[in-house]
C-alpha cells in the first residue's frame, strides 16, 4: 500500500512555542491530506482537510489562527500548533488519498506525532 | 444519538478464539465502511474495506455489512497475540473523504 511518514514522532515543547509537524506522502502524490487529533482512549477527530495550493478546510469548532495548515506540495502538508499550551497536548495524525487506488477516500496514515506541551 | 457506536472493551479472548468486533451508525449516506488497526502510539492501519451490504473476507478476517440495520462487523478468526490492537470502525459518504471514526474497541489475545 501507500506510504505516509510524519515527522517527528513525538515532540516536547514549552508552553508559548510553536510546533511544526510535517506529512508526506512518498510513493504518491496527495491532491488531500486530512488531519486528525487523538486524545487517550478516544478516537479520531478530524481537524482539517489540507488541499495543495489552496486553503484548508477547518471542522467545527478548531482554530483556524491556532492550527495552521500547509500543503504547498502534492507530497507535503504541515501543521503547525501555535502558542502551543498543556491543553494542546494529543496525538496528531495525518493521513492521506492515493488517487491510484480508484477509491473515492483517503486509506492511508502516517504514523502520528505525540505532542506534549509542558 | 451519536453517529457511530462503538463499544470501547476492553476485550480479552484466549489465543485462536473468533472475535467479533461491532459498530453502529445512523448517517444514512455513509457509502463505504472501514476497519482500521491501531496498535498503541501508531497511526491506523486500514485492514477492510467494503462498500455494500455482505461479506467480504481477506484471510483471518471477514468484513460484515448490514446497511438496513446500519450495523457492521468485523470477526477475526484463529485470533493471535499479535492482533492485540485497538480496532476502529469508520465510514465515510464519499463525497468529500472525510472519515467518521468509532471509538474504537480495544482487544487483548492472550497467549
Known amino acids: 500500500g501507500a506510504v505516509v511518514s510524519q515527522h517527528p514522532s513525538w515532540v516536547i515543547c514549552k508552553s508559548g512555542t510553536s510546533v511544526k509537524i510535517e506529512c508526506r506522502s512518498l510513493?504518491?502524490?496527495?491532491?488531500?491530506m486530512f488531519w486528525y487529533r487523538q486524545f487517550p482512549k478516544q478516537s479520531l477527530m478530524l481537524m482539517a482537510t489540507?488541499?495543495?495550493?489552496?486553503?484548508?478546510?477547518?471542522e467545527q469548532g478548531v482554530e483556524k489562527d491556532k492550527f495552521l495548515i500547509n500543503h504547498a506540495s502534492l507530497t507535503l502538508s504541515t501543521l503547525t500548533v501555535t502558542s502551543a499550551h498543556p491543553e494542546d497536548s494529543s496525538f496528531y495524525i495525518c493521513s492521506a488519498r492515493d488517487p491510484r487506488q480508484g477509491r473515492n477516500t483517503e486509506a492511508f496514515f502516517g504514523q502520528g506525532t505525540r505532542l506534549t506541551v509542558v | 444519538q451519536k453517529e457511530v457506536e462503538q463499544d470501547p472493551g476492553p476485550l480479552s479472548v484466549p489465543e485462536g478464539a473468533i472475535v467479533s468486533l461491532n459498530c453502529t451508525y445512523s448517517n444514512s449516506a455513509f457509502q463505504y465502511f472501514m476497519w482500521y488497526r491501531q496498535y498503541s502510539r501508531k497511526g491506523p492501519e486500514l485492514l477492510m474495506y467494503t462498500y455494500s451490504s455482505g461479506n467480504k473476507e481477506d484471510g483471518r478476517f471477514t468484513a460484515q455489512v448490514d446497511k438496513s440495520s446500519k450495523y457492521i462487523s468485523l470477526f477475526i478468526r484463529d485470533s493471535q497475540p499479535s492482533d492485540s490492537a485497538t480496532y476502529l470502525c469508520a465510514f465515510t459518504s464519499g463525497n468529500t473523504g472525510k472519515l467518521i471514526f468509532g471509538q474504537g474497541t480495544t482487544l487483548q489475545v492472550k497467549p
Open positions: 510513493d504518491f502524490q496527495a491532491t488531500t
Open positions: 489540507s488541499n495543495e495550493g489552496s486553503k484548508a478546510t477547518y
